[in-house]
């Protein structure tokens, strides 16, 4: 069965305080991982789609990077509005297109 | 342009209640979803459309729960009998083309409380 977990749970940082989000996945094969955030009361954002290990894709503050096994999302010196769910999903190979995603990881930055 | 547009917003049903909500995807695109947010978790895969053509219904939780989009643009989800596990957030998406890493895009949702 395919499954994603995220970690941490929850992450609390100072304005300026890099730091990295988890997504760790097992699956039958790879299709590609996508990156959301989630603000309250809204539908996931799309951020970016990661097809192979060893890419890393960029916007901004954020940096995503993909192995065969994971993938981080690396926030450089954040800003209070980067507070949001991050969600990560899978896409897989015979999955039709349905992504699995995983439980999100809560960002709250403090200025 | 519009992205993904979702109604109602908020449903609030009786126990027991059928409900519909509906799904206008971004226009031109062809693939759409649906998807279910209980609170705290993420997203979960319930149905997936190409044009008119329901490919994969895997995670409907039960027989209570129906899709449609007739004419290939316009989805509706319709719950029967609601029960109080069906509380959530019903997400839609849609994509422009099937295939690899077509990167979905989200409504803002359908907040259902089964009272």
């Known amino acids: 069965e395919d499954q994603v977990t995220q970690s941490p749970e929850a992450l609390r940082l100072q304005e300026g305080e890099s730091s990295s989000l988890n997504c760790s996945y097992t699956?039958?094969?790879?299709?590609?991982l996508f990156w959301y955030r989630q603000d309250p009361g809204k539908g996931p954002e799309f951020l970016f789609t990661?097809?192979?290990a060893g890419e890393e894709k960029e916007k901004e503050r954020l940096k995503a990077t993909l192995t065969k096994k994971e993938s981080f999302l690396h926030i450089t010196a954040p800003k209070p509005e980067d507070s949001a769910t991050y969600l990560c999903?899978?896409?897989?190979?015979?999955?039709?297109?349905?992504?699995?995603f995983g439980t999100g990881t809560r960002l709250l930055v403090s200025p | 342009g519009a992205g993904v547009s979702q109604s109602p917003r908020y449903k609030v049903a009786k126990r027991g209640q059928d409900v519909a909500l509906r799904c206008d995807p971004i226009?031109?695109?062809?693939?759409l979803f649906w998807y279910q947010q209980a609170l705290g978790q993420g997203p979960e895969f319930l149905t997936y459309?190409?044009?008119?053509?329901?490919?994969?219904k895997s995670g409907l939780p039960s027989d209570r729960f129906f899709a449609e989009r007739p004419e290939g643009s316009v989805s509706t989800l319709k719950i029967q009998r609601t029960q109080q596990e069906d509380s959530a957030v019903y997400l839609c998406?849609?994509?422009?083309?099937?295939?690899?890493?077509?990167?979905?895009?989200f409504g803002p949702g359908t907040r259902l409380t089964v009272t």
């Open positions: 998406a849609s994509s422009r083309i099937p295939g690899q890493g077509s990167e979905q895009y």
């Open positions: 699956v039958s094969g790879l299709r590609g």
């Open positions: 990661l097809y192979s």
């Open positions: 999903a899978v896409q897989t190979v015979g999955g039709f297109q349905k992504l699995v």
């Open positions: 226009s031109g695109h062809v693939s």
């Open positions: 459309f190409q044009n008119e053509a329901q490919l994969d």
